[in-house]
């Protein structure tokens, strides 16, 4: 039986969309890279909210910048538990949009549901759908740099698009560079 490309392409989308369950932002592009993260943050939602907010809103004030690239966030919308943004990478080539959902736990602990799509067509993307996301929610264990709240947290769940990537030091390019590593 012949494979055409039709049907690869329908086989890569259902793929895509079978990795995981949150809710995404949507893309113009058929066949996109894209990943789903679910993370456990220990602090209230409310203040996760405040600290990625404060990291978008400081690449204009000077307060933060992206170490994937320096790419641009902007806040698209915001809701009582939801964020929703957009990334323009460094060299201004790409856009990605994020949507970010939240839930308050018991003893301060906040489940961050996160879903980040590439909006043009790709299928590698070298990692930078995850560390859009990750970016905004890591701490300084992990190599980050919080603007108002450092806070612990668990990526509970990383589910990564056919072709893209999931690696942590992938999205600290900038501050390796900086340090010759």
């Known amino acids: 039986m012949a494979v055409t490309g039709s049907r690869v392409l329908t086989g890569l989308a259902l793929v895509a969309t079978a990795a995981g369950n ?11 890279a894209s990943c789903q993260v679910t993370v456990t943050a220990q602090a209230s939602c ?15 004030s000077g307060a933060w ?3 994937h ?3 641009t966030y902007s806040l698209l919308s915001k809701g ?8 323009v990478t460094g060299n201004k080539k790409y856009t990605d949009k994020q ?6 736990f018991p003893q301060g602990v906040c489940k961050i549901s996160g879903c980040s799509e590439s909006q043009v067509f790709s299928i590698s993307d070298v990692s ?14 992990e190599g980050c740099k919080p603007v108002q709240k450092d806070f612990a947290m668990e990526e509970t769940s990383v589910s990564p698009s056919i072709g893209a990537g999931t ?3 992938a999205c600290l390019v900038d501050q390796q560079q900086r340090q010759g590593l």
């Open 99 to 104: 949507t970010f959902t939240f839930v308050d």
């Open 22 to 32: 949150n809710k995404c932002p949507g893309s113009s592009s058929f066949v996109h």
């Open 80 to 87: 009582k538990a939801e964020l929703n943004f957009q990334r």
């Open 69 to 71: 690239n320096r790419g």
């Open 46 to 60: 409310s203040d996760v909210m405040a600290e990625m907010e404060a990291r978008v809103a400081g690449i204009a």
């Open 65 to 67: 910048r992206d170490p």
């Open 167 to 169: 690696d942590p030091k």
């Open 128 to 141: 930078t759908n995850y560390c859009d996301m990750r970016m905004l929610y890591c701490g300084s264990s």
